[in-house]
């Protein structure tokens, strides 16, 4: 298979690690264990019931203790890249980039770290009301085949219902994921609280709120009349107030319902920010189960 997409996410992401002073990925998922892995970590005293495969006789004679090794073992981890779709996925970005496409590439990044590091990815999406489920699998094929089936997915013809595919999740998947879900405020918004709760209780769940366009853009669209806004709105001042009002009570009200659940977020208006924003976020989880 040629790796078209998964080629593109390399290049994204790597012109950002090279700016790091420290590799940015190392021991993102890396946790200490006793016993048998893949790295050797440090010593410490040896407690009833240790291995005694693990002991290290050498380091215990010198020391005149009872010593035993530790190791760092990677643990591969689930993880379910949940897309929305629907017709507002065809609108743009303030940054004047299509939702789906910059949607893609969230969950291409997400996805490629996650390949990376030998983890299981999968996918889900709702086809017109009918549940796309893309099986866990490892490497950067399956990432490549997950990216090239959701961008042939045509949304112009149904609207979005990103609760069914969190209800989807809560009622059919029962080993532990981490959920990264990829819509935009009106996506956040029409999740219940329910599905929130339950989801939650099962799953690490993060959300990536793909940015709208201002009216002010001249891109913003009105799906139900199927046109682009009007030049005269976009410069109607009044209604453009009314929209920044709307807007910021519609984000008030997403971040107090996704803090009630302690979900990590954040939003990405173009490419250009999205491999920063995207590390940032995983910085978060990472600090946050650490915590």
Not at 136 to 156: A, S
Request: hydrophobic share 35%.
């Amino acid at each position: 298979m040629i790796m078209n997409y998964v080629t593109k996410i390399r290049a994204k992401v790597n012109i950002y690690a090279s700016k790091k002073s420290s590799n940015l990925f190392d021991g993102s998922y890396k946790s200490i264990y006793q016993g048998n892995g893949m790295d050797f970590e440090n010593l410490r005293e040896y407690i009833p019931g240790d291995n005694v495969r693990d002991m290290d006789w050498k380091a215990s004679s010198r020391s005149g203790k009872m010593l035993v090794k530790r190791y760092i073992a990677e643990k591969r981890h689930n993880i379910l890249l949940v897309f929305d779709t629907g017709k507002k996925m065809t609108a743009h970005t303030k940054n004047l980039e299509i939702k789906k496409d910059l949607a893609l590439n969230v969950g291409g990044i997400f996805g490629y770290l996650a390949a990376k590091n030998g983890d299981n990815v999968g996918a889900l999406y709702n086809r017109n009301g009918f549940i796309q489920y893309h099986q866990l699998r490892t490497g950067m094929q399956n990432i490549e085949r997950i990216l090239t089936l959701y961008d042939k997915e045509k949304f112009e013809d149904y609207e979005s219902d990103l609760e069914k595919s969190l209800d989807y999740i809560v009622k059919n998947v029962n080993r532990k994921m981490i959920v990264f879900v990829i819509s935009d405020a009106t996506g956040i918004r029409d999740v219940s609280d329910s599905t929130l709760k339950k989801l939650t209780g099962q799953h690490d769940v993060l959300f990536v709120r793909i940015g709208d366009a201002d009216y002010a853009s001249g891109t913003s669209y009105n799906h139900d009349k199927d046109i682009y806004i009007p030049e005269y709105i976009t410069r109607n001042k009044k209604l453009l107030s009314m929209e920044q009002e709307t807007k910021q009570k519609l984000d008030k009200e997403n971040a107090e319902k996704l803090l009630r659940y302690r979900i990590i977020s954040t939003q990405i208006d173009g490419e250009k920010e999205m491999v920063e924003q995207i590390i940032e976020l995983l910085e978060k989880h990472k600090y946050a189960c650490n915590c």
